[in-house]
């Protein structure tokens, strides 16, 4: 009779599952070695950030730029005599002319009175550089077709200079000029305060011009 031999079973719970080798991916290094990766991925842009936050705090501060200057800045204005003429004048502009000066404003717009070297009685001058007003001079001769302006009921004939406009009154018992810089632009828009003096101190007088409108 065959004698029969029966192998021995192996308990199932005996049997160890292999280990996955070390270095494939689904290996415990691989899994280690992704962690380090996000947790570098992290950390690098915060180590970044708290370096620049350092670097700032110890970065000396700038010096504060110096202000430009304002180009609208007043600049120091002269307070010195103007010099002009004096020339001496008949009894009747002289009276004129006394009553006039002693009328005038103290400024005109934003320009305050300036002393003059000779003959306050009948000359004045307001700001830097001066606009000069001289009264008692002779009217100019016009052409028929000049050019004449009528600013508060004063009426003013203008010759353009290189560096000035000269006003002079054309409608007025004795002349008045008025001498603008041209710094202060359109000389027209200066003598308002002055005809309104004129009107009040020197009667009208001699030929009228026919553009002259009151």
Known sequence: ??????????????EQ???APANTPGGRDGTNRRA????????????LLVAVLVLVQLAP??????PSPSATAARPQSTAPVEMAAPALAARPATLCRALLSQLPPTVRDLPQRPVT?????????????????????????????????????CWYADEQPDATVLT?????????????????AALQWVPPISDTIV???????????????
């Open 1 to 14: 009779m065959d004698k029969i031999t029966q192998s021995p079973v192996e308990d199932p719970a005996d």
């Open 169 to 185: 009154t054309v409608d007025r018992e004795t002349a008045i000029t008025v001498r603008v810089p041209r710094e202060y632009g």
């Open 118 to 154: 000779a003959g306050p009685e009948q000359n004045a001058a307001y700001g830097d550089p001066a606009i000069s007003l001289a009264c008692g001079g002779a009217e100019p001769a016009l052409p028929p077709t000049s050019d004449v302006y009528s600013v508060n009921k004063v």
């Open 61 to 66: 501060d700038a010096p504060a730029p110096e």
């Open 17 to 19: 599952p292999d280990e």
């Open 36 to 47: 380090a990766l996000i947790a570098t991925a992290i950390a690098l842009p915060i180590t």
């Open 200 to 214: 009040a101190a020197v009667p009208s007088g001699g030929d009228i011009p026919a553009g002259c409108s009151r």
